[in-house]
């Protein structure tokens, strides 16, 4: 089995990594920074991880530039195509036939661009590339896995698809252990959409809702965050109301953001931790205090737990047993239901006291709303169960005319000046979320400091700088400066012309109105910048 892996390393999925190790699968990693994680792993659960200089995770690392991934794998594809058409059968020509469209139009695009193009765009090195040739070449089961290493660009989407090119040229879609792994952080990120909280509107899911809860839901699309943040500046959006999280520090563009939230005439956070989105507020706020996940629910009299879907699609049991920090707090679902009973007055179809009290009776209704929930409350216990998954199944059926389609992504074009560097936005070791995080980040060697500015000793010298100089970082975009100051510069082992930082810290360098096409995701992990000394 074989990984090739593209994302800031989370700590959390190495142990899953070193797994494949043992089992004999072989481990690329695809990132700007080198990551100790990778490089030096010691895995704190065993008594031997504490003990020596860590062992290798990754066989192969590649450097590649900030958002260059599409002309690395069109580099990848184009060296399998050349020992396709030599007669070495690298590709699963029996699974591109039955299950895909669109195989030759690919072929077609490679040949449009030179391996020299695509070598300078990437930034690695020859050999390198060669050696992920021959580590994918032989081998059919492949597993992808990114973060938002991937997804914060602009030309987010299509870098995903060009991932998905390679695994479908290879037959690693719908087979154990292959196809594609986006890790995508804490179980409400996934569990949200699974039970019908998104912008967009779905026939089939309001026909379920309008039949077993007895009311009319919207038919109208609502707003992702982009569109909410221009909303709320603008005065179109009154109220804003947040179950948990840090809108505040999280979302792109924090100046904008925050005179968004202050344009409001109501805030309503309810949290489990104080943070900085209670400090900039709306012209009413209310913070309403709640359980965390550690804290034992008590609700109705009886002990309650929530279910949660994981990054890979299981739903399982959570359940808190802590004494809760105070006994005058309340849980989510007990706030939500008392706030849509008082609202309604009782006159509604749906019983939201009850629900608030027992939870059970919310996960029946999910089992008859929800796509792929049933038997909920009983099939959550213990290592619970997953939802269904067509492409882990094989099965595209639902695709247009049943195939998985191969397609045609262009290459990013950011345009540079001579002055400008690529920043992403990274997160550090020791950081849960824009919420819960220390000053230290074990895995690249960095303590006691946020403000920091990782970058290429080529162009800090180039700049007249040194590492420890205090800088600002400055953005240019539609002609709006934005600046954030008092970084110090961290001599770091990342290709020139790129450079790194933490958010949230950064998150003010991100324009607000520019997102990838299709997704709407902020362009967080490639931004333009220039750095100047203080």
């Avoid at 569109?227 to 947040?242: D, I, N, Q």
């Amino acid at each position: 089995m074989g990984v090739l892996r593209r994302a800031t390393a989370f700590p959390w999925g190495l142990s899953a990594l070193e797994k494949c190790k043992a089992n004999g699968g072989k481990i690329i990693s695809i990132n700007p920074l080198e990551e100790a994680g990778l490089v030096r792993f010691k895995n704190p659960q065993r008594s031997q991880g504490w003990i020596g200089q860590g062992s290798s995770m990754a066989d192969l690392h590649l450097p590649v530039n900030i958002n260059q991934d599409v002309p690395l794998i069109k580099l990848i594809l184009k060296h399998l195509q050349k020992l396709e058409s030599a007669g070495n059968h690298v590709f699963d020509q029996e699974f591109i036939k039955q299950k895909t469209t669109g195989y030759q139009s690919l072929i077609e695009d490679l040949e449009q661009y030179s391996e020299e193009e695509l070598l300078s765009l990437c930034g690695v090195e020859e050999a390198m590339v060669e050696e992920a040739v021959k580590f994918i070449a032989g081998r059919k089961k492949i597993v992808i896995c990114w973060a938002m290493g991937l997804t914060q660009h602009k030309n987010g989407v299509e870098t995903i698809r060009e991932y998905v090119n390679l695994l479908l040229l290879k037959g690693s879609i719908g087979k154990p252990h292959s196809g594609t792994c986006p890790v995508r952080g804490h179980s409400n990120v996934q569990g949200d959409r699974s039970v019908g909280i998104m912008h967009y509107v779905d026939k089939n899911l309001n026909g379920r809702i309008r039949k077993h809860m007895g009311f009319e839901p919207p038919d109208k699309p609502g707003l992702d965050t982009v569109a909410a943040m221009e909303a709320m500046y603008e005065g179109r959006a009154k109220v804003f109301m947040a179950l948990g999280g840090n809108f505040l520090m999280a979302a792109s563009d924090t100046d904008y953001t925050a005179e968004a939230l202050q344009n409001c005439d109501l805030t309503v956070q309810v949290s489990t931790k104080l943070n900085r989105s209670h400090l900039v507020t709306g012209k009413t706020a209310l913070i309403l205090p709640t359980y965390g996940r550690s804290e034992k629910d008590m609700t109705g009299g009886q002990p309650q737990y929530v279910t949660t879907e994981n990054s890979m699609g299981r739903v399982r049991q959570s359940k808190g047993i802590l004494k809760p920090s105070s006994d005058k707090l309340k849980s989510e679902p007990a706030i939500i239901s008392a706030i849509a009973s008082a609202y309604f007055k009782g006159d509604h179809p749906v019983d939201w006291k009850s629900m608030g009290k027992d939870y059970n009776l919310i996960r029946q209704k999910i089992d008859l709303v929800a796509k792929g929930f049933e038997n909920t409350s009983n099939k959550a216990q213990g290592s619970g169960y997953y939802l269904p998954n067509n492409a882990r199944d094989g099965d595209f059926d639902k695709l247009p005319g049943g195939r998985a389609k191969i397609t045609i992504n262009a290459l990013p074009q950011h345009q540079l000046t001579k002055d400008e560097l690529m920043l992403m936005t990274i997160r550090s070791h020791d950081q849960f979320n824009t919420t819960i995080y220390g000053l230290d980040d074990r895995y690249r060697g960095i303590f006691n400091e946020r403000r920091i500015i990782m970058m290429n000793e080529e162009d800090i010298k180039n700049r007249q700088l040194k590492a420890g100089d205090i800088v600002h970082i400055s953005s240019d975009y539609d002609g709006k400066i934005r600046t954030v100051r008092n970084f110090i510069i961290v001599n770091y082992k990342i290709p020139p012309g790129n450079a790194a930082a933490y958010f949230p810290e950064t998150n003010p360098l991100v324009p607000y109105n520019h997102f990838a096409d299709r997704s709407h995701t902020p362009i967080s992990k490639s931004i333009r910048i220039s750095v100047a000394k203080e």
